[in-house]
């Protein structure tokens, strides 16, 4: 039996794709900006997408490389470079 692998967006993904806007990011941008379009296509890879993305943002944040914030519960996840 051959199980095809679908794609997964990782947090190390996340951290590359996150990395490459340095420099751009520093105003507040919307998360979702952020998941690559070939992830954006699929409803399932746009939830690994983000997925990825959100892992990726949290370590940055951990490391002191990036600020997150979120209004409300449940509301829209913001990041930008810590300056």
Do not use: C, H
Request: glycine residues 8%.
């Amino acid at each position: 039996m051959n199980i095809p692998k679908l794609p997964v967006f990782t947090a190390e993904d996340g951290i590359k794709t996150i990395k490459g806007f340095f420099g751009k990011l520093v105003n507040w941008r919307n998360l979702d900006e952020l998941i690559p379009k070939n992830f954006k296509l699929n409803k399932t890879y746009a939830k690994s997408g983000k997925a990825g993305i959100f892992a990726g943002s949290l370590e940055l944040a951990k490391e002191g490389n990036l600020k997150i914030k979120q209004d409300n519960l449940f509301d829209t996840i913001y990041i930008k470079e810590n300056s």
